[in-house]
């Protein structure tokens, strides 16, 4: 649903822009605004569906912002032994580092658009599970918070 928004919102800020004769008898400003309604509508459906499909399955709720996280990422880095990251984990973020900075490629960047698609691609992958990862500890590090507090109330 979120694509298919996402769609609409660039077939309306088209109809906006570039056409000037009438579409089915409507003006194109009229078609153009009421695509962009139907997107914003798609979009937010499609952003509810997720999330309620993200908790029917009992995945935690994402924690801390952007800033949040990269704070968190050198506390989950020192306390991964006691967080239980995985050493695999570890090797592939590294992998990917080595990837990025390395002038070896799988697609050359000579090639125009298609040469850097292979670089970003492991970019989001790795920016996007280190947010995760970061996220994930901060959710653990607050339940541990919240955990040694109870058993300091408790006499």
């Known amino acids: 649903m979120i694509f298919f928004g996402i769609m609409l919102a660039a077939i309306?800020?088209?109809?906006?822009?570039?056409?000037?004769?009438d579409v089915v008898g409507l003006p194109p400003v009229a078609v153009?605004?009421?695509?962009l309604v139907l997107a914003a509508?798609?979009?937010?459906?499609?952003?509810?569906?997720?999330?309620?499909?993200?908790?029917?399955?009992?995945?935690?709720e994402p924690v801390g912002?952007?800033?949040?996280?990269?704070?968190?990422?050198?506390?989950?880095?020192?306390?991964r032994k006691a967080y239980g990251l995985p050493t695999s984990r570890l090797a592939q973020w590294g992998f990917?580092?080595?990837?990025?900075?390395?002038?070896?490629d799988v697609l050359p960047e000579l090639l125009p658009v298609i040469g850097i698609t292979d670089d970003a691609g492991v970019a989001v992958w790795l920016?996007?599970?280190l947010s995760t990862a970061a996220?994930?500890?901060l959710n653990w590090e607050r339940s541990r918070r919240s955990n040694s507090e109870q058993q300091h109330r408790e006499p």
């Open 12 to 21: 309306g800020v088209s109809t906006l822009l570039w056409r000037d004769a």
């Open 32 to 35: 153009g605004i009421a695509l």
């Open 41 to 60: 509508g798609s979009i937010v459906f499609g952003v509810a569906r997720r999330k309620r499909k993200r908790v029917e399955r009992g995945e935690p």
């Open 65 to 79: 912002s952007v800033l949040d996280r990269a704070k968190a990422l050198p506390r989950l880095l020192r306390e």
């Open 96 to 104: 990917a580092v080595v990837y990025l900075v390395s002038p070896i």
């Open 127 to 129: 920016l996007t599970s």
């Open 135 to 137: 996220g994930q500890y």
